[in-house]
């Protein structure tokens, strides 16, 4: 596999981290460099790390994960806009979802990985060497895909009064039901 091809693989894969980290940036409303490097960080270690798990299981278990991972991911994303969306509706001073929140992150960052795991299991078929090259390209960039997503979506939030959070996670249940349905039709 080119470089070329990896990288247009790499920049697909971080589009639905890019558009989470977004929905994160909105809700911040204001720049907090060490939270949005963790989120960052955190969006591309799993999308690189999920394209290694896939490489490793390989072809034996691709029935397995193909079967189910496009509920895994939909089921997160739709318990995480659920919630982003309730907090939403509270008053200003009774919000309390965090997208800096760790056990937010990593759940934003299993759901937008595991299209990852399905690329790594195809790379067992066309890699002919080791996959940690195709896993670092993939994980740095959706690391800046992440880290652009998040400051756009700050950057956009300090300018309106509008309300981020049930935007988010409309955001959040779009991206979810487009992978329900790129899983259910396609496959």
Known sequence: MNLATLIIIAFGLSMDSFAVSVSCGVIHRKI??????ITAFFMGLFQGGMTLIGYYLGLSFREHIEAVDHWIAFGLLL???????????????????????LNVILGLSIATSIDALAIGVSFAILLNSAPFNASTIIAITTFFMSLIGIFTGARFSKSRKLPFEIIGGIVLIGIGVKILIEHTILY
Do not use: V
């Open 32 to 37: 907090i460099l060490k939270d949005f490097f």
């Open 79 to 101: 318990f995480l806009g659920i919630k982003m969306i309730y907090e939403g509706t509270k008053h200003e001073e009774q919000r309390n979802f965090c997208p800096s929140k």
